[in-house]
């Protein structure tokens, strides 16, 4: 895959440059062209600053990797730890509105990725040669399985460290309603907020362990102490 996002890269031309720069950069992480990526990456998400300010957060997890797997070419610092530095740094810069953003970027199907890169090679099977067009859809899906597994398995820990940092999240809260059925719920708040709250509350019947607070972490980052019930005979709720 190396040698053929580096033949890929030396002929492909496209405009707008916003266009180009979102096909080069991964066809760059896949030649190993890191420091290049990254900063294909950086100019990048200044262009949909102005253009699409929604679709830089989608980005973020391509320009901590791209930066991660520079430092490891170039210290001893193996990828998992650069990842976790460059995560950190990069967090530790963000207001509660825009991790909350951020973070579901860094999710993903890491089967589905894997299968779609499978059914993508098996196209070109015992072919003699390749289309720029079939090179480029080869090579988007090859990297974003590659990134997918590569952090995907760091990102769990990482968020819930974030979080710690920027919440109190009590997962086995008990409410007991007015006929005196008990209910297992999550309660997220802000550490920031020293008065009383406003809430937000979900009923749900879909339960996950652990618990998903993904939801009402961005309930949080609004403001608000945000609050997932689940009815009974799910999660803790008897």
Sequence with gaps: MPVLAKQAI??????????????VFRMQVVAGAYAQA?????????????????GVPRLLPFAIEAKSRARELSTNILFDEAFRQEFRQTFSQFDNMRAAEALPWFGGNLNR??????????????KGSITLTDAIDLLRKYHFFRSLDAWVRLVDSLAAEDDARRYIVDKDVTIMTPDKTHLSAILVRP?????TRPSLLRFTIYAEEPPDVAQPRTSAAHGYAAVVAFTRGKAHSP
Aim: proline share 2%; no cysteine; charged share 30%.
């Design 191 to 195: 550490k920031s907020a020293q008065e």
């Design 38 to 54: 990254s900063s294909s990456l950086t100019e990048l998400m200044a262009l949909r600053k102005i253009t699409d300010s929604m």
């Design 10 to 23: 030396a002929v492909y031309q496209e405009l707008p440059r916003e266009k180009f720069l979102n096909v």
């Design 113 to 126: 990725a894997r299968n779609d890169f499978r059914a993508a090679l098996e196209k070109h099977k015992g």
